[in-house]
């Protein structure tokens, strides 16, 4: 076997993307060709093969990987011409001597977690190691089945089609990998309210995080534009609150999309924002909110259109909020332990229109959001589940916060380390990095008068943030070693004033593959310097190719000229 | 009849896209349907004899383009059609009901009123009179007048623009009576589409033809060959493209290039070729390396070219120009039928590389200067012996001082990788070289500003190594960053500064998709909507008809119906607003 270092192996030109990249990771150069009548086996978690075990979320999460191992290989896979001089012949020779895979042994070596459907935060083992033997022996080995099923993902990381269509193989044997995750919470954060995101987008967009060994979506599902979410005890949310008649989510379609997520390793985390961004909810209940689309003035009652907030100290919207939870986390509760209360960019402001409350002094108004969140949290706490806010709510408003509270930041860096230090667990997604939203251009028209100051439109987190500075944003930046613990991880962002199904995959990957690499495998590589650009570039590029084979419409991060031509695009 | 102006009619929150907005338009709110067994006459001008005639008639250059644009009017208005939920408010009941007495267009009736040029098919600027008149009755009958079977094509476009989609799968229009005069402000209005740094298969090519005709584009400006491929399959040198495209099947063979240039044509939108030279023609070198200079030097590569690989065509070389010589008159004949310009490129030289080229040895440009003169002098002799008018870039005549003829197109770009286009920079300029342009006494100018590359903005796609080179260059913007949005293309007036008596110079515009990071995945969304701006402002004009910059708060909704109208067509364009925004008015402004 030879143990290559990465620089030397892409300096070779040949492609071999594993994204993200494994702690351990070696590789040689012999060919193995895999068909479709490989056989899959599954210990599950114990003696017996799969498919006789009884964890029977543990066997479909299995079962699903498997067949999604078989469909990426085989349909799903693509032919690597970009990553070789042109015109050359680089594809290995089938002939009646060529090695095939021979097995695939997936071996778990403990049980799965009883909230193995909904994990906890380090409940679950995501670890794995692989080994493919240049005689073709594969193995898979984890503590969880989450961990074969990161394992599988990795595997089909391996493997090329070949031009002719005949034929799959690897270049790398023999391959041995040992992997384990740097963070636990790597998430992406979707908005469907600004842009209704049917279901096919979503499982689309969590297919292709998972295959980034992603693990949370944050489903941002409704906001003052529009409330897709439907509710059975109050359906008129849904019916007057949705854009359209046919861009709503039903109990059924919210169910099923958890599921998915969880066959995945992908971990719902719902939020409700609030007590901004519900001016949604005024097209059906117009006495909860306060400064209901002030218009021309919005700008200064929100930070977009429609401006509006629930009243903060109405009885009327806490008999709705308990309403409206009922309703929803006991049919979230099975396949989830996390919910997102919101509580970003709330406007003082607002509360001047809100006749339950008459002023924007933060004196009065900071005891009403006190005992607004700590009423939310009580009733999540109640249902079981785990909150998660914006870092506002600790860091603007003082709010005191039970101590499992996650809080995601996102407006500095310091943030991360004003959170931890207030022993509060962090998410990272510092908006100047890791949202990918930004750089569109101003979505706001500008009348002739105010037009010239405005030119030439930049939106508020311009420039676009390229895939490079999202790769070299480390999460543990100025946080303390003995804080770093609390640092779960972090989320991309796609925020959709100017996103929708038609421009989603490109707004989203494959920049957010970046993401995706420095909170599995850390910002560092292993000698503790920032990952090289160098190296991880035509490992992007192929992953992008792998997603555009999986239908996920992926920008290209550079002209097939570099990567034809190994690391000549260089400076 | 309700005059109505364009604020009116958008407050009035009715969905009115017609895009680029014509020269003169009034709408009633009448409702009028149409259904697909309408008849749609033309009377073909000078070409046919009598009234109107079916559609499916080919016998004439005349009846093939207007044969064409009446099958694409029915797919659109019956095919690819959209219900503008969008810009009605949330759950109002906004579509007009059907009942027994509703009036369907009974008529639509094409009048050419002259004979089309003999250049129809390949106009140079302002040989094809683009205008045409459309009127639509209260009763239902349609007339689309003009003076060219192509101002036919444009009528036909716009008389889609004013159709939705019913829920129940009919169509209708709430916009009776219609009257409509219309006519192009500049004359050249184009896309620049760099298919060598990615390669795209011909449907893309298609598709964007398509976008482009759709908003009443003219001109795609195929930039066929750089450095990092060489797309077009020459027979005579059939190297060229076996080993310089970037793969096998990766280029353009005689026939689909002119199935390319046919479909284009037929739509009026002429494509034409540029072969860029002497720099980016690095690719000539994997079959040819004794024709480059200074090819894909390493680790350097930034002294001797923009971009890697580095390398150009040596300047004082006869196999060089032998080598050009059997290209152009394998090339030129060909694309000759269906284009009446070719561009010669320009821009970019790097004076180091000749210091490597062993023709020449120095980078003093006393002596390069009468030897690009020669070259091109060379080219554009072969050019003109073709028919066809060359175009150059901007640094043939402004850096280098070339003498070129007087029907040559010069092509400004008017900034550069080190200066980007930052801030009034770019306006500022364009003033400046202006009055340089036209002391030198050229007639013919096609403006294009960096506000029109739609590349810009996605960063690098050059790796830094770790260290210096990575902090120099961190955050990692590209070289005209930011990202252009379509408010800022629209804001750019192709005439700004320019004296009076002197507009008559500019010949139009183009947007420009260099495909560094696109290729035919984000395709698409890189060009559109954002290049509905530039062809507003090139057909339409800068300003209003009050000779204020047109409004955004009235083009926002407009540009998001066309961006509708796109996807309803295929094309994977981008919204540029929430349906919040669309489906209330104006209220998203400042």
Not at chain 1, 70 to 75: A, G, I, P
Not at chain 1, 435 to 463: K, N
Not at chain 2, 286 to 313: H, K, R
Request: glycine share 6%; charged share 15%.
């Amino acid at each position: 076997m030879i143990w290559i270092s990465l620089l030397v192996a892409l300096c070779a030109s040949s492609a071999q993307a594993v994204w993200p990249i494994p702690s351990e990771y070696s590789s040689g150069e012999g060919v193995l060709w895999i068909d479709q009548s490989v056989k899959i086996s599954y210990n599950g978690a114990g003696p017996g093969s799969y498919g006789s075990h009884k964890n029977t979320f543990s066997s479909k999460i299995v079962s699903n990987a498997i067949e999604r191992t078989y469909d990426t290989l085989f349909n799903k896979n693509f032919v690597p011409w970009k990553f070789h001089p042109r015109m050359t012949t680089f594809e290995p020779a089938l002939t009646s001597n060529s090695t095939y895979v021979k097995s695939i042994t997936l071996h778990q070596n403990a049980s799965d977690p009883t909230d193995i459907m909904k994990p906890a935060i380090g409940s679950v083992d995501e670890s794995y190691t692989l080994t493919v033997t240049s005689s073709g022996e594969v193995s898979i080995t984890a503590a969880s089945s989450i961990g074969i099923s990161y394992g599988l993902t990795t595997f089909t990381q391996l493997f090329f089609k070949c031009g002719g269509g005949d034929g799959v193989y690897t270049t790398l044997a023999p391959v041995s990998i040992t992997d384990s995750p740097k963070f636990p919470w790597r998430g992406l954060n979707i908005d469907t309210s600004r842009t209704f995101k049917p279901l096919s987008d979503m499982y689309a967009m969590m297919d292709a995080m998972a295959y980034n060994k992603m693990n949370r979506l944050h489903w941002h599902i409704t906001d003052a534009q529009a409330w897709p979410l439907e509710i059975p005890s109050m359906p008129e949310l849904a019916d007057k609150g949705a854009y359209i008649s046919f861009q709503k989510y039903s109990p059924a379609d919210v169910q099923a999309l958890y599921e998915y997520g969880a066959l995945l390793g992908i971990e719902v985390a719902m939020e409700i924002d609030q007590p901004g961004h519900t001016s949604s909810i005024a097209f059906s209940h117009p006495d909860l909110i306060a400064a209901f689309n002030v218009f021309p003035d919005w700008g200064t009652y929100a930070n977009e259109p429609p401006s509006g907030t629930f009243k903060l100290n109405s009885t009327a919207v806490y008999d709705f909020l308990e309403k409206l939870f009922d309703d929803l986390l006991p049919r979230l509760k099975p396949l989830t332990s996390y919910f997102h209360l919101g509580g970003d960019e709330v406007n003082l402001n607002a509360y001047n229109l809100d006749e339950t409350v008459g002023t924007n002094h933060t004196a009065i108004l900071q005891p009403l959001m006190q005992k607004f969140m700590d009423r939310n949290i009580a009733q999540l706490q109640a249902a079981g589940f785990t909150p998660l806010v914006w870092e506002e709510m600790l860091l603007v408003w003082n709010l005191t916060l039970p101590a499992e509270t996650i809080v995601q930041t996102w407006l500095s860096d310091e943030s991360v380390g004003e959170v931890v230090a207030l022993g509060h667990k962090a998410l990272v997604g510092n908006y100047n990095y890791w949202y990918l939203d930004c750089g569109q251009g101003q979505w706001i028209d500008f009348s002739q008068e105010t037009s010239a100051a405005a030119w030439p439109y930049p939106d508020y987190c311009s420039p676009r943030h390229n895939w490079r500075l999202m790769y070299s944003y480390d999460p543990l930046s100025g946080i303390p070693a003995n804080s770093t613990h609390l640092v779960l991880g972090g989320e991309a962002h796609i925020w959709s004033e100017q996103t929708d199904p038609v421009n989603l995959d490109q707004m989203v990957w494959p920049r957010t593959c970046a993401a995706a690499e420095v909170l599995w495998s850390g910002a560092k590589d292993a000698s503790g310097q920032n990952r090289s650009q160098i190296t991880a570039s035509p490992r992007l590029s192929e992953m992008r190719e792998r997603l555009v084979a999986r239908g996920v419409r992926a920008e290209p991060i550079t002209m097939p000229y570099c990567t034809q031509n190994g690391t000549q695009c260089a400076l | 009849m309700r005059i109505a102006t364009f604020f009116l009619a958008l407050y009035a929150c009715c969905a009115a896209a017609i895009w680029p907005i014509p020269s003169s338009y009034t709408s009633g709110e009448a409702v009028l349907w149409i259904d697909a067994g309408v008849r749609i006459t033309y009377n073909g001008a000078n070409n046919y004899s009598g009234n109107g005639v079916p559609y499916a008639d080919n016998t004439t250059t005349s009846h093939r383009i207007v044969t064409a644009a009446i099958e694409r009017t029915y797919d659109t208005i019956f095919s690819k059609n959209f219900i503008p939920w969008k810009f009605h408010p949330r759950n109002s009941d906004f579509e007009p009901h059907a009942n027994a007495s509703k009036t369907c267009i009974s008529s639509v009736v094409l009048q050419q009123n002259d004979a089309d040029p003999s250049d129809v098919l390949k106009p140079a600027a302002g040989t094809v009179h683009e205008s045409y008149s459309l009127t639509v009755s209260v009763s239902g009958e349609v007339m689309i007048s003009a003076v060219t079977s192509i101002g036919l094509v444009r009528g036909l476009t716009t008389f889609t623009q004013l159709f939705f989609k019913h829920s129940d799968g009919s169509v209708y229009t709430t916009l009776a009576p219609v009257a409509i005069q219309d006519a192009p402000k500049f004359q050249h209005r184009g896309l620049n589409m760099d298919v060598s740094r990615a390669y795209y298969p011909p449907a893309a090519i298609y598709r964007t033809i398509d976008a482009l005709a759709y908003n009443k584009f003219n001109r795609l400006h195929l930039h066929a060959t750089d450095s990092q491929s060489w797309t077009l399959e020459i027979p005579s040198l059939p190297l060229l493209a076996e080993k310089g495209a970037y793969e096998k099947g990766l280029s353009y063979s005689p026939a689909v290039l002119q199935q390319i240039q046919e479909y284009g044509a037929l739509q009026g939108v002429e494509v034409y070729i540029e072969i860029d030279m002497p720099g980016h023609t690095s690719s000539i070198w994997f079959a040819y390396p004794d024709l480059i200079a200074a090819f894909n030097v390493q680790p350097n590569w930034d002294s001797y070219a923009a971009e890697p690989p580095s390398g150009t065509l040596k300047l004082n070389s006869t196999a060089v120009y032998d080598f050009l010589n059997t290209l152009f008159d394998d090339l030129l004949p060909r694309v000759s039928q269906y284009s009446s310009y070719f561009h010669t490129g320009g821009d970019e030289v790097n004076v180091n590389a000749y210091k490597l080229d062993n023709t020449v040895g120095t980078n003093d440009t006393a002596v390069l200067q009468p030897l690009i003169q020669k070259l091109v002098d060379r080219n554009h002799a072969q050019v003109r012996a073709n028919g066809l008018i060359p175009v150059v870039w901007e640094e043939m005549l402004l850096v280098w001082n070339l003498t070129l003829g007087s029907d040559v197109v010069v092509q400004s770009w008017l900034s550069d990788a080190t200066e980007g286009s930052q801030g009034a920079g770019g306006k500022l300029q364009l003033l400046g070289k202006f009055h340089t342009y036209s002391n030198k006494k050229y007639t013919n100018l096609i403006l294009m500003a960096t506000h029109q590359y739609l590349d810009c903005g996605h960063g690098q796609w050059l790796n830094f190594n770790p260290g210096t080179s990575s902090e120099t260059f961190y955050p990692y913007a590209d070289y005209c960053s930011p990202r252009k949005n379509w408010r800022l293309m629209y804001a750019y007036d192709p005439l700004h500064g320019v004296p009076s008596d002197l507009a008559h110079l500019v010949l139009g515009g183009e947007c420009s998709i260099w495909s560094e990071q696109t290729d035919p995945v984000n395709l698409d969304r890189n060009v559109w909507p954002r290049a509905c701006a530039a062809a507003e402002v090139l057909w339409s004009g800068a300003k209003d008809a009050q000779g204020q910059n047109r409004s955004q708060v009235t083009a926002a909704p407009r540009l998001s119906e066309m961006r509708e109208r796109l996807v309803a067509r295929g094309v994977m364009a981008e919204p540029i607003q929430m349906p919040f925004c669309t489906q209330n008015g104006s209220q998203c402004s400042l």
